[in-house]
């Protein structure tokens, strides 16, 4: 590995970092990382509007192989701590995007210079946060016949550099789901002239553990409230309006759909019997991110050639990512790589990508892309720094 593109790729890291961007903004972020790619590779760069990617060609008839970064950031407030600090108020690098995105560029200046055997798409993918990348960029899979597909994300409670290989359900289905009921106002002191959703809202709220406990689900599945009410604090005025803001969560997607459609079942019973009108709203949908088991043995041999420590486990993470639409197209994986066992957790203030898993990340996915710089950890000496 050569050490000068580590250098730049966490000089390239912090830039992203102290500038990042919310989800469908990234604009700034691809901009940057298009001046880099081009600056630093000689590989082609295909902008996509809210998204680019860049692709090594090894030649006719070799396989092509993809490998995604997420480019965006969370609406979180970052104290003032890091050198590189976050210059965007309340919006700020604490899931490590920066980071991932600074690992592709490395893998692409890696490749660039002493090659691959296999064509490399290098996407850098938008809104992961919100859902809504994955699907949009995914469509390129089948539009230039990528067979095999990569991503990792960096996660804590690991050891630093450790491979995480998740068997079956790798992160779960999730969803948003917002029940709005509609009444009609009417003065307090006069209620029944009016229609208040309040009493239809809180039988749907007592209703939601029998919705969730029933049993007739394949797997898993979690309901979270994260919101709910009616009215104002208008003390003459009833209640005309109300929500009732739920994440929805399974493990597979089929179950999602089953837990929403008895949610709206009810909701719909309810609505009709107080005499209120009825609208439902989706928001941040995520698909369930399952890996493939062959591809999970080609990281496998990959990160043992590594010398790299691996963890292998069947419980699904349960935070979505929405990976889970490539994974839809073709065979792939999603890994994790530790960024250390005590290790500050992602989204939380004190977390910011850890650099020294920079090196792991890149020599594992170079040999997926077929070209490595020899055997284990003696022949790349950029691993010791992890």
């Known amino acids: ?44 760069i295909v902008e996509r509007g809210a998204w680019f990617y860049a692709l090594y060609r090894a030649g006719e008839g070799a396989e092509s192989i993809a490998f995604r970064a997420d480019m965006d950031a969370l609406p979180m407030a970052e104290e003032p701590d890091l050198p590189y600090a976050s210059q965007t108020p309340g919006v700020s690098h604490r899931c490590g995007h920066d980071g991932h995105c600074a690992a592709l560029a ?25 859902g809504a990348g994955g699907r ?58 009016g229609a208040n959703p309040s009493e239809a809202l809180a039988r749907l709220l007592l209703a939601l553990p029998g919705i969730h406990g029933a ?15 009616a009215g104002g604090r208008n003390f003459g005025m009833a209640a005309a309006e109300g929500y009732l803001a739920m994440t929805l969560r399974s493990e597979y997607e089929e179950d999602l759909r089953a837990m929403q459609e008895k949610i709206h079942a009810l909701a719909a019973e309810l609505a009709e019997e107080y005499g209120l009108g009825l609208d439902t709203e989706e928001q941040d949908v995520f698909p369930t991110t399952a890996n493939d088991e062959e591809e999970l043995r080609r990281v496998r041999a990959a990160a043992e050639e590594l010398g790299l420590p691996i963890i292998e486990r069947r419980d699904p993470i349960l935070p979505s990512e929405d990976f889970g639409y490539y994974l839809k197209e073709c065979p792939g994986a999603l890994v994790y790589v530790g960024n250390g066992e005590d290790y500050p957790a992602i989204h ?7 650099d020294a898993i920079l090196p792991a990340v890149t020599e594992l996915f170079l040999r997926l892309a077929g070209g490595a710089c020899g055997s284990g950890a003696d022949s790349c000496p950029a691993l010791k720094l992890t």
């Open 1 to 44: 590995m050569n050490p000068v593109h580590l250098e730049k790729a966490v000089a390239l890291r912090h830039e992203l970092h102290a500038h990042p961007a919310l989800s469908l903004e990234e604009a700034p972020t691809m901009a940057r990382l298009t001046a880099f790619l081009r600056e630093h590779t000689t590989l082609e």
């Open 136 to 193: 949009v960029c995914a469509a390129l899979i089948r539009e230039a016949g990528i067979s095999r597909v990569y991503a990792f994300h960096n996660w804590s409670g690991f050891p630093q550099s450790g491979v995480v290989l998740i068997h079956g359900v790798a992160q779960c289905a999730s969803m948003g789901y917002t029940v709005l009921l509609h009444g009609r106002a009417a003065h307090a002191g006069q209620p029944g002239d």
């Open 215 to 229: 049993a007739d689900y394949r797997g898993h599945i979690w309901l979270t409230v994260v919101g709910f009410g």
């Open 106 to 130: 490395m893998l692409a200046m890696e490749i660039d210079e002493q090659g691959a055997e296999k064509n490399v798409y290098f996407i850098f993918q938008h809104a992961e946060e919100i």
């Open 348 to 354: 939380t203030a004190c977390y910011d990508f850890n």
